[in-house]
């Protein structure tokens, strides 16, 4: 009687429960994510499409928006700027930061303070990280100031308004910011490699530099792969970084993508323009990010 | 001159003395076991051994060199971590090769001596894996396979199996005393496990609290521990240690032992001088189970066994034997039986008992009254 009573509205009852819960639970995030992406991704492909100024239009127009893009002289050197800018900023952090975390894997005394110490940048926002950069760099005011003050008026330290220089500013800055972060990364990763490991290659007979030249570091693949994936998309997305440090200039010399995009979208009337420039980062990202992670998928899969 | 001479070597993190004064020698070829509980220290000796750890005080020779100052590569040993400690971005072949490498081998060579110790340990169809891919038994196998390849005068053991089940251990245990056998190269072995340390080795240091209790053969240890911590150790299951009051009899040592319904005098063998000194006083007799066993299965080379009635109080079949717990001096004693001399509980059972094998210790010093 039980039984049957268990059996029959009331089981099928909790089973309906058990799938829709669930999803239930899930569905704001997943609409979120779903609206706040996707949609705005297609928006923003849609009007890459049309003939939109400062307000959107839908009517179909084919390319004209790319055609432009890619007669832009100005979108080619930001794209140079972000090879610049993203290739530095990505190679110089990881190896500081990787750097760091070796040197800190030493077992030395205040660890906790220096690793503190070298984390704190990342607590700022790239606002205040560009603004503080501006003052230190300023001729003006900063390093070459200070350098001058103290008698040593030979020294020229001003590539925040050379044209030919400033984008390595932009890299300085960046690099301060982030490379503790990825030491932290790295050196998560070395206290995770076995201590026996280490005391078997000196027993092999091998000297420090060696193990972590050939044994520690390799090891460490996956993270230099998370490490490279977040650098890579702050370097795509940096915005607010240079805005505050050079804002662009001086002229476009450390113009990048986001502030082309940006500003033809928002500020110059020029919707599609800018919706077009968005795409085209969106492919830069994917081409860089896709090859990577399915790569690593695979050699997971293999085991 | 030994293969390894340890020489009051003492070590201490800070004030903490974790080695307090160690002494082992052995011989070219042997096979010496480091057995004791966590913590004793054993790794800690053998990482001296190999000069991963520096000595604090006494001294290191392996061979006629000391070696208190050379580095681990120096020293022409080779070494087998608990957890393996297999490269984990290299495959099993460049594992096995990298010792080779950095001590500059021509590669010719490399491969033959990779391909004779993939042979020797079966392990030829693992070469181009990663440790990743392999399961614990077989990292063993690599992780051997890389200390051999090295033909090191000396061979150290970390507690090499005791991350195996129990039937791969078993395996294992039995290749490792083949292996030396055929090799003949001296080995420091280090384990918790006293089953290992009395099948693997030529001679035995029991350590408690960073110091040697007895070094000794397995059998003269197992036959006569230097006091009731080795004599508990070694032996599963552990000698029984029973309190009884010590008589002389007619040059012998006598003793009580109380079943609960009745006193039964028990004839040891003839008394020795340090045991006269406690005649009259308390002391400790310790019993291992199987000479505590049925009147069947008895058998002494001398004859004189002594017969006692006991109480069964619970029986654990073994298959082979029954262990078989009974009371004496309210103390629970356990006897080796044969399954049908068992009894049930609540029966009363004879048991009969080795005098030559009985010890005596003193409760206080806890040192075996020889
Ligand atoms: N670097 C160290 N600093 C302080 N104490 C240590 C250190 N290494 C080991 N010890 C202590 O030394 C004792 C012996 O350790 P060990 O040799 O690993 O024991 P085991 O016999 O289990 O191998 C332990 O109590 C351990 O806590
Ligand atoms: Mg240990």
Redesign the pocket.
Known sequence: MTASRQGAPGFSLSRLADVILPKLVLAPTVLACLVGFYVFIGWTAWLSFTESRLLPRYEWAGFVQYVELFGNERWWGAMQNLGIFGGLFILVSLALGLLMAVLLDQKIRFEGAIRTLYLYPMALSFIVTGTAWKWILNPGLGLEKMAHDWGFTGVTFDWIINPDFAIYTVVIAGVWQSSGFVMALFLAGLRGVDDSIIKAAQMDGASLPTIYTRIIIPSLRPVFLSAFMILAHIAVKSFDLVMALTGGGPGFATDLPSIFMYQHGFTRGQLGLGAASAMMMLFTACAVVMPLLYSELRRERRG | MGALSIRNVK?S??N?H??KGIDLEIEKGQFLI?V????????????MIAGL?DITSGEIAIGDRVVNKLSPKDRDIAMVFQSYALYPNMTVRKNIAFGLDIRKVPKPEQEEIIARVAKTLQIEHLLDRKPMQLSGGQRQRVAMGRALARNPTLFLF??PLSNLDAKLRVEMRSEIKLLHQRLGTTIVY?T?DQIEAMTLGDRIAV?KD?EVRQFGSPQQIYDAPADLYVAGFIGSPSMNFIPVQLREEDGHAVVELDNGRAVQKVRLSPISDSQRAFVGKQVVLGIRPEQLTDPESAHSEHGNLQTLQATVAITEPTGPDTLVTVTFNGIKTVARCHPRAAGAPGQQVELTLDPTKALLFDPTSEKRLA
Do not use: A, Q, R, W
């Open positions: 070590k993190f800070g903490t974790i080695l480091l004791g509980p966590s913590g004793c220290g054993k790794s800690t000796l053998l990482n750890d970390d507690e280090v918790h350590m960073g």
